[in-house]
């Protein structure tokens, strides 16, 4: 397989030539049975999860399946031995869909204002539940017997790439106040519900590892008051590198950042439930043009995916590489908008983009996109979320 580590753990070296320039002919094979189409490559997924297997200070890590259910990832990942963190009991579905054998204990249930009903089936499953409210505890303690709970407590400050994504802090709906913990404990005591640690998750795509020690401050002084809490859950909300510009995200920052927290936490076991730091740079969305237009001063370029197929753009601005597959670099570059064909201004991959002149049928790869990308997908307009293709060889995907 050729999951060669190109980047040192941590290292400030930029990333060579992305997977899918490499691989632009098997690229426009796929593209030639249907666009729009995302394709996943799971040795890029394996070579992730391998990186974060590196982190000496993360004793386990819980994939966060919302960034990207397809059930070959999912068996990718067990087989590297992760766990998996559902939101919902759809999620949980899809997670025993694709790994029947998996044990008990690897999957950890992290909902925010899921009905009683799906707590129900997250016990029954053997998972661990993050309880991020005092409601659960006060109104179905019968519900959560005998299961493995978490607190998630809100630091009381957010991060991330955009705000809709910062899930921590003032007028957020996410976890209990830190003061709420001390009665969400005594709780449980009373009605026999066994806390076996705190949890938080602060936001998605955080460049910075301090970010990390600095939600975990107020955790740490809960636990520093009850001794019998063995687990602090960081969350996820690992970056990756979105323009050519950025760094790759500083995992060896991050593991001694880790190390400081569980010195100051001693016994006490540190998770972390990434989702996007596995799966994104996985994942290309191919897609082929429709049309071009010139109006006014402008120039669009149109191509048969949208804001259906890939939502992160028009909902949080965010930019994805772009690279055109189907004709070689002639060096020539115009500056254009590439559109989709959705009938909404915000349907937008990327304003004025330098790229080759481009021409019906012409294909394009939008990478960076096998995390929140199919899994946010909707068929507004009729059209129909793109098809999933995975490449990859390696090892049996199996748990
Ligand atoms: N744990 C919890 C409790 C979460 O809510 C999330 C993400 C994660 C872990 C994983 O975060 P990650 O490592 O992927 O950053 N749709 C947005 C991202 C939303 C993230 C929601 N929660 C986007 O496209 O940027």
């Not at 309880?131 to 017997?145: K, N, R, Y």
């Not at 965010?318 to 254009?336: K, M």
């Amino acid at each position: 397989m050729e999951a060669v580590d190109p980047v040192p753990s941590g290292s400030r070296v930029q990333e060579p030539v992305p997977w899918w320039r490499r691989r632009r002919r098997e690229l426009l094979e796929i593209a030639r049975k249907g666009t729009p189409a995302y394709v996943y490559d799971l040795d890029q997924i394996r070579l992730h999860a391998r990186r974060l297997r590196r982190l000496r200070h993360a004793r386990r890590l819980f994939y966060a399946v919302k960034a990207n259910a397809h059930p070959a990832i999912l068996r990718a990942l067990a087989g590297e031995g992760l766990g998996f963190e559902c939101v919902s009991a759809g999620e949980l579905e899809l997670v025993r869909a694709a790994l029947p054998r998996l044990a008990r204990g690897r999957i950890l249930f992290t909902p925010n204002f899921a009905p009683r009903d799906e707590y129900a089936q997250a016990v029954r499953a053997g998972a661990w539940i993050t309880i991020d409210g005092l409601h659960p505890l006060e109104q179905w303690s019968g519900t959560l017997a005998g299961a493995d709970l978490l607190l998630r407590v809100d630091p009381g400050r957010g991060a991330g790439h955009h705000r809709a994504v910062t899930t921590a802090g003032p007028r957020t709906k996410f976890g209990l106040e830190p003061e709420q913990a001390e009665r969400a404990l005594a709780l449980a005591r009373r009605a026999n519900l066994r806390v076996l640690g705190l949890h938080c998750h602060v936001g998605s795509g955080i460049t910075d590892p301090l970010v990390w020690e600095q939600a975990a401050g107020p955790l740490l002084e809960i636990l520093a008051r009850h001794r019998r809490l063995r687990v602090l859950d960081l969350g996820g909300g690992l970056s990756v590198p979105a323009g050519e510009s950025d760094l790759p995200f500083d995992l060896a920052g991050l593991d001694r950042v880790l190390g400081r927290v569980r010195r100051a936490a001693p016994g006490v076991e540190i998770w972390l439930e990434p989702g996007r730091f596995l799966v994104a740079e996985a994942g290309v969305l191919l897609a082929r043009v429709t049309q071009t237009k010139a109006k006014g001063a402008e120039h669009y370029t149109g191509i048969d995916a949208g804001m259906n197929t890939l939502l992160r753009p028009a909902l949080y601005g965010a930019q994805h590489p772009v690279d055109v597959l189907s004709c070689s670099d002639s060096g020539i570059r115009r500056r254009t908008h590439l559109v989709g064909p959705i009938c909404e201004s915000a349907d937008f991959f990327g304003c004025s983009l330098m790229l080759a002149p481009l021409r019906e049928g012409d294909v394009v790869a939008i990478g960076c996109a096998g995390a929140y990308g199919r899994v946010m997908a909707s068929s507004y307009n009729g059209r129909e979320p793109a098809r999933e293709v995975v490449i990859g060889s390696g090892r049996p995907d199996v748990a």
